[in-house]
C-alpha cells in the first residue's frame, strides 16, 4: 500500500528541517532500488517468430593448472563458481562441461565492443595450460575443430575469437603469450597482421582498439593487451602499434563488430552495441580516409568517453 512516500523512497514526514534534509541527503535518499514487475502488469500477446538465443563470441583461456584432471576439479566445484562451456586437453580431448544453451562462468567482468555481460553472449573454451608451457599440437588442433564446429552452427564471424585478456584487459592475461594466435588466424579465428604499413596520421590508437572490441575505459590495460595478443607482449613504437591497429581494424569488415547478433538477429543488449560500434567505425573511417578535397580533420577524442557513459546509464 502507498502512503505519502517521495520518490527516494523515504517519507516526507522525516525529512523536515535542515538537519534532517541532510541527514536524508548523505544518507538515506538515494534512489530506491527498481522493483520488479508483476506479471499481472504485463500483457501477453505470443508471436511465433522467434528462435533460441545464440552465442556471438568465443572467448578462450588456459586454465593454469597442472593437469586436465586438476582443471576438472575447479572446474566443477561448486564453491569455486566458475565454469566454462569446453575444456581441451593437452592432448586434444575435448570436455563438455556445461551445455552451450546455459550461460557459463567463465569470463567475470568484462568488455568486448561495448557489450559487459560476456558470459550471455559468448562460448567459453578452457586450455589445459599451466600458463607458461607451449601449447601441444594435438590439443590446437581438436581447438580448431571445435572453433570450426562452433562457428558454422551459430555463424559466428571469425573475427569474434577472442581470448580472455582481451575481453579483461586489467584482470587477466590469458591465454598466455607462448598461445598461437597467428596458427589460428591462418584457419580464419580471430585476427592478424604481419608488417602492417602505415596507418594514416589521424588515427587514434585507443578509438582504433575500441573499434576492434577493448575497452575504452581502460585504454592502457587494453593497449597492454592488444600488445600481447598480437606481438607476445613486445615494445612498439607509437607509430607500429598504430599500424598495426589499423591494419588489424581494416580486417574485421561488418562481419566482426559487436557481440550481439546481426541483421533481423539483433537482439536488446546487442542492438546498442552494434550501433556503437557502427558510429564508430564510421567515425575512423571518415577522419582516417577523408573524401577528396577534405580539408582539415581530426579524431574526436572524447567518443570513447561518450560510448562508455551511454553503455553504462
Ligand atoms: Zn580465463
Not at 115 to 132: A, C, K, Q, R, V
Not at 147 to 164: C, E, K, M, Q, S
Not at 255 to 281: C, H, P
Amino acid at each position: 500500500m502507498r502512503k505519502n512516500v517521495s520518490s527516494a523512497g523515504v517519507s516526507r514526514r522525516q525529512c523536515f528541517g535542515l538537519p534532517f534534509a541532510l541527514f536524508c541527503l548523505l544518507t538515506a535518499c538515494t534512489p530506491p532500488a527498481p522493483r520488479p514487475l508483476a506479471d499481472a502488469a504485463i500483457r501477453v500477446e505470443r508471436s511465433p517468430n522467434f528462435d533460441a538465443r545464440r552465442p556471438n563470441l568465443v572467448v578462450l583461456h588456459h586454465t593454469s593448472d597442472g593437469s586436465l584432471d586438476e582443471a576438472l576439479s575447479v572446474l566443477t566445484d561448486p564453491r569455486r563458481r566458475v565454469s566454462a562451456h569446453y575444456l581441451v586437453g593437452r592432448d586434444g580431448e575435448i570436455v563438455r562441461l556445461v551445455d552451450e544453451k546455459e550461460r557459463a562462468w567463465h569470463a567475470g567482468v568484462s568488455w568486448w565492443g561495448g557489450n559487459t555481460d560476456i558470459n550471455s553472449s559468448s562460448i567459453g573454451i578452457e586450455l589445459d595450460n599451466d600458463g607458461f608451457e607451449p601449447f601441444p599440437g594435438a590439443q590446437i588442433d581438436a581447438l580448431l575443430l571445435l572453433l570450426t564446429d562452433l562457428t558454422r552452427r551459430y555463424d559466428i564471424p571469425g573475427a569474434n575469437v577472442v581470448g580472455h585478456a582481451d575481453v579483461a584487459p586489467d584482470r587477466k592475461v590469458d591465454p598466455s603469450v607462448r598461445f598461437p594466435w597467428r596458427r589460428l588466424a591462418e584457419h580464419g579465428f580471430g585476427l592478424w597482421c604481419d608488417d602492417p604499413p602505415p596507418a594514416p596520421e589521424a588515427l587514434d590508437l585507443t578509438l582504433a582498439l575500441a573499434a576492434l572490441g577493448y575497452s575504452p575505459l581502460t585504454p592502457e590495460a587494453s593497449r597492454q593487451a592488444f600488445l600481447r595478443h598480437y606481438v607476445g607482449g613486445r615494445t612498439l613504437s607509437d607509430a607500429e602499434e598504430r599500424a598495426l591497429a589499423w591494419c588489424l581494424f581494416q580486417k574485421t569488415g561488418d562481419r566482426g563488430q559487436g557481440t550481439g547478433n546481426r541483421g533481423q538477429r539483433t537482439e536488446d543488449r546487442g542492438q546498442r552495441t552494434v550501433k556503437s560500434r557502427g558510429a564508430l567505425r564510421r567515425q575512423i573511417l571518415t577522419v582516417s580516409c577523408p573524401p577528396a578535397g577534405a580539408g582539415v580533420y581530426a579524431i574526436t577524442p572524447r567518443l570513447p568517453e561518450r560510448i562508455g557513459k551511454k553503455r553504462l546509464a
